[in-house]
């Protein structure tokens, strides 16, 4: 009786540390992606931007507008012209659902425009659903909120 107690709490714990394991690994893989989407802004790599979203992603800007979709996003990029402004998403918060390959991201972005020095002139908070494709997580939508300046 105690063996088999012993032995199921053993594998009780591998089990619980597999898991544990598998949710640091997802969540560096988000990070992973996060960071080099946070490059791609500041090289004003729009396509590479894009890369990291599904087709039918949805966006709501910091002023609130909804984007529906990769193209509609393409299009509000590129209408802002050889802006100089690029923004730096901070995380603070992943949360993965391993079942649903589904995760939660939330945290502070920052806007900057290097005409205007080293300082954020624009920044609130942001929100991202991420979803595991085939080729890795992928953000399926974000919501940005303006809440300083």
């Known amino acids: 009786m105690r063996i088999t107690r012993n032995l199921l709490f053993a594998l009780l714990s591998i089990f619980i540390f597999t898991s544990e394991l598998q949710s640091q690994s997802n969540k560096e893989q988000i ?7 946070n490059q791609a802004l500041k090289s004003y790599d729009n396509e590479k931007v894009l890369s990291y979203l599904t087709d039918d992603v949805l966006t709501t800007t910091g002023n609130g ?9 393409a299009e ?6 050889e802006s100089k402004m ?16 589904l995760a939660w991201e939330s945290g502070i972005w ?30 399926k939508s974000q919501l940005f909120v303006s809440l300083d300046q």
């Open 110 to 139: 920052n806007g900057y425009d290097p005409e205007k020095g080293g300082h954020s002139i624009i920044k609130g908070n942001y929100s991202a659903m991420w979803t595991k494709e085939s080729q890795g997580w992928k953000i």
């Open 65 to 73: 507008t909804l984007l529906s979709g990769k193209k509609a996003l």
């Open 86 to 101: 690029y923004w730096v998403r901070d995380t603070k918060e992943i949360v993965v659902n391993e079942k649903r390959g």
């Open 31 to 37: 990070l992973a992606v996060r960071n080099a989407s």
């Open 76 to 81: 509000y990029i590129f209408e802002g012209g």
